[in-house]
């Protein structure tokens, strides 16, 4: 599965950003999904993740109450909407694919990645 994230850019604090991720050649039929970002000089981390059916999902905490992880089988695309961004937001976000109905909070057990997309925001 090769997955495409979009969406990054450079916003101000207090703006709001919309990624999606879609698969190319196949369906998320079966996949959880999560998000993941990696700042600068840091380790990647996890920030939200969405079940198979959408009907579960999870979040960091430093993102909890800002940002939404939602999904649209039908149009085989996962979103993070994220509003009220803030400087420590500046990431290369990442989405990925799990081969379970069940999400994780875990990197290690996503089986598909994407190439990221940068989201940079100025205070």
């Known amino acids: 599965v090769q997955l495409q994230a979009s969406g990054g850019g450079l916003v101000q604090a207090g703006d709001s950003l919309r990624l999606s991720c879609a698969p190319s050649?196949?369906?998320?039929?079966?996949?959880?999904m999560g998000w993941f970002r990696q700042a600068p000089g840091k380790e990647r981390e996890f920030v939200s993740a969405?079940?198979?059916?959408?009907?579960?999902?999870d979040y960091a905490n430093s993102v909890k109450g800002r940002f939404t992880i939602s999904r649209d089988n039908a149009k085989n695309t996962v979103v993070l909407q994220m509003n009220s961004l803030k400087p420590e937001d500046t990431a290369v976000y990442y989405c990925?694919?799990?081969?379970?109905?069940?999400?994780?909070?875990?990197?290690?057990?996503?089986?598909?990645w994407g190439q990221g997309t940068l989201v940079t925001v100025s205070s």
């Open positions: 969405a079940s198979w059916s959408g009907g579960s999902t």
């Open positions: 050649g196949r369906t998320l039929s079966g996949y959880s």
């Open positions: 990925a694919a799990r081969r379970s109905v069940r999400p994780s909070r875990f990197a290690s057990n996503y089986d598909y």
